[in-house]
């Protein structure tokens, strides 16, 4: 018990349990965390305008042809008014996780 107590505590203090950072942008120049509910350090990533689609029914990812409601949870503000797509391994044919996106007819 004590031992997995000191690997927790030894993980927290090494940066285990932070999710990593989108770049900085003009709109956020010391750039901004990505939720850990939403990145495992590696999940996240800023994507092209084109990869995203919006349109009554929600938000399109492109690539995987999802098709993510506007009422959705995994839809965030996107800090910088940017697209960040986090999928699953942060793969490009990964099952979407969060959506951070601008605010909606940018």
């Known amino acids: 018990m004590l031992i ?3 690997a927790f ?3 927290v203090m090494c940066g285990g349990a ?11 120049p010391q750039g901004w ?4 509910s939403c990145c495992s350090g590696y ?7 084109d990869w995203i689609t919006e ?3 929600g938000y399109h990812i ?3 042809g999802e098709v993510i409601p506007m009422s959705d949870t995994k839809i965030k ?4 008014g940017r697209f960040h797509w986090c999928s699953v391994a942060g793969a490009n044919d990964g099952k979407t996780i969060c959506l951070f996106a601008p605010p909606r007819g940018m």
């Open 43 to 49: 999940d996240c990533r800023e994507v092209p305008h």
């Open 62 to 64: 492109v690539i995987t």
């Open 55 to 57: 349109s009554p029914d």
């Open 9 to 11: 505590i030894i993980f």
């Open 77 to 80: 503000r996107s800090p910088d």
């Open 4 to 6: 997995a107590a000191v």
């Open 18 to 28: 932070r999710a990593h950072d989108a770049t900085p942008t003009a709109a956020k």
């Open 33 to 36: 965390s990505y939720p850990f």
